[in-house]
């Protein structure tokens, strides 16, 4: 008898998205395609000097190569507090009210697991990023995929059909704003409307801020929990990843209600030991840095979200300048509507040698779209538009 190598759950998954584009860009890159790469949200320029200087620093210290804390060390979420306070005026206790994640995927995913029973329903977007569905999935919970893509005010009237609708009622509502892969946004009063909805049907919201530097034309992104009464039934899970390109670091943190980030820290404490306190330590400098940095990078997002929106509507291909995120989310272009999102993704990648991802890869309703994340510079970008031309 063979052995058993995966749990009937996993066996069901495709490969993660990300994991099937990696093998095709690279069987692209074997044939001597130089790939113009728009695949993932994974950004290409440096973490600012001083937090490596700070890691440097720490990791010389022989006393910091120790297991660290699955619940972060007292200095990083005393950091997140003041971070809160600062940026949006929310009080934060890093005792009780804050936890570290070893990035907001492992948060999230985890999250899911401390929080859900087998058979609890949640009301996801759809098309989302992947972990907002699979963390459901993977902790036994049921999926209601909530339509998004008629923005934010019709997102919520499907968000309470689906509740007044859905037997069990759905326990958790997750929400993601500046939307991946969408690039929505919305303004502080939407919160309050969510808020108000979850307090009436009793439904606990989280809220991903992976986004909350990206953004462009004086746009500020709020935070969730800045909306008052948020903190009796929500959290926000946020990540280095994207504000200070500390991607690779794999750090982030959770916030918000102390039952809910008690319950997180807990099932943590049993799968980790914490990130490297060095790793931590440096993630304060980041947390404390000012928000001139970020206004510097999300320039440069701002810049490239210029160049490629005008350069694809020039060509014959709409597609709207978001004021929020690293990515632009287009419909197929007309010349090609009878493509699926991945057939087109594939097309463009082996004639154009420009990687995309399909809207497929998001959730259903994704379909139809390809989203390009801005992580090549400026030229290569160029580059990119004058190949994706010559198909038009
Ligand atoms: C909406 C959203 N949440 C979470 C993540 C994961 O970030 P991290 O690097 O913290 O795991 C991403 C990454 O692209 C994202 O887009």
Known sequence: MPIQTAANLIKKFPPYLFARL????????????????????????PTPQPIVDKLIEVVQDKKSHRYSTSKGIPAFLKAVS???????GVAIDPKTEAVSVIGSKEGLAHLALAVLNRGDQVLVPDPTYPIHHYSVIIAGGKLIPIPILEGPEAFLKYVDKAYIKARP??????????????????????????????????VMVVHDLAY???????YKSPSFLATKGAKDIGVEVFTMSKSYNMAGWRIGFAAGNPNVIGSLA????????GIFTPIQVAAITALDSPEENLRKLAAVYEERRN????GMNAMGWPVDKPRAAMYLWAKIPNKFKKLKSMDFAMMMLKKAGVAMSPGSGFGKLGEGYVRMALVENKFRIRQALSSMKKLF
């Open 22 to 45: 990696n093998a095709e860009k690279l069987a692209a890159r074997h044939k001597g395609i130089d790939v113009i790469d728009f695949t993932m949200g994974n950004p290409d320029t």
């Open 307 to 310: 160049i490629m929106a005008d």
């Open 169 to 202: 009622k759905p326990k958790v509502l997750i929400i993601n704003f500046p939307h991946n892969p969408t690039t929505i946004s919305v303004e502080a009063e939407f919160f309050k409307e969510v808020v108000s909805w979850a307090k009436k049907r009793q």
């Open 266 to 273: 807990k099932i943590k404490s049993y799968m980790d030991y």
């Open 82 to 88: 003041r971070w809160y306070e600062r940026k949006y």
């Open 212 to 218: 909350a530097d990206i953004v462009f034309d004086g």
